[in-house]
């Protein structure tokens, strides 16, 4: 007896194909960006750590120039920092909600680190505050190079078992 598979089976069977398929490359995605935000914190703190240095500008006029760079773009939290503080925010307040709101690829220890970043800055002289971006540029470098090698190893494998486990179902139902 021969089985027929309808039209609708048919599509069906296809859109859980490319559902499954498509949220592995979702997943895949994700890893990729949160190493891409990771670097980008690295180069904040690179800028943040030069801006302190050789600038006499106050904290959050450093804050404003290196969220406007092209380096940060990614770090919305750090927009949103500086247009809290335009409202007389106070910079610890500011720092601490645009991190909850704005930081959505962090785990908490990472969000953790950045808010007692922000609760450090502008506490100390220069060379306590370099000090204090030095350790943070080691917490976050280490980070990154944890996702990285995470991207590296289950970048390919989440789209790979996306794919092979949306085309198994669409064979099982057709």
């Given at each position: 007896?021969?089985?027929?598979v309808?039209?609708?089976?048919?599509?069906?069977?296809?859109?859980?194909?490319?559902?499954?398929?498509?949220s592995?490359?979702?997943?895949?995605?994700?890893?990729?960006?949160?190493?891409?935000?990771?670097?980008?914190?690295?180069?904040?703190?690179?800028?943040?750590?030069?801006?302190?240095?050789?600038?006499?500008?106050?904290?959050?006029?450093?804050?404003?120039?290196?969220?406007?760079?092209?380096m940060?773009?990614?770090?919305?939290?750090?927009?949103?920092?500086?247009?809290?503080?335009?409202?007389?925010?106070?910079?610890?307040?500011?720092?601490?909600?645009s991190?909850?709101?704005?930081?959505?690829?962090?785990?908490?220890?990472?969000?953790?680190?950045l808010?007692?970043?922000?609760?450090?800055?502008?506490?100390?002289?220069l060379?306590?505050?370099?000090?204090?971006?030095e350790?943070?540029?080691e917490?976050?470098?280490?980070?990154?190079?944890?996702?990285?090698?995470?991207e590296?190893?289950?970048?390919?494998?989440?789209i790979?078992?996306?794919?092979?486990?949306?085309?198994?179902?669409?064979?099982?139902?057709?």
């Amino acid at each position: 007896m021969a089985s027929t598979v309808s039209a609708e089976g048919l599509s069906g069977a296809g859109l859980i194909w490319l559902s499954l398929t498509l949220s592995g490359l979702y997943t895949a995605t994700r890893l990729k960006k949160r190493t891409e935000f990771l670097g980008e914190i690295l180069n904040f703190l690179k800028a943040l750590a030069v801006e302190i240095e050789f600038s006499l500008s106050d904290l959050p006029s450093i804050l404003k120039k290196v969220s406007a760079s092209d380096m940060c773009s990614k770090l919305l939290f750090l927009k949103q920092c500086v247009m809290l503080i335009k409202d007389n925010v106070d910079l610890p307040v500011a720092w601490s909600a645009s991190i909850e709101e704005k930081t959505p690829l962090l785990n908490k220890e990472e969000k953790d680190k950045l808010n007692t970043l922000g609760l450090s800055l502008g506490t100390t002289d220069l060379t306590g505050q370099k000090k204090i971006i030095e350790l943070f540029s080691e917490y976050f470098t280490s980070f990154y190079v944890q996702a990285k090698n995470k991207e590296d190893k289950l970048y390919g494998i989440y789209i790979l078992i996306g794919t092979l486990s949306g085309f198994g179902l669409f064979i099982m139902i057709i």
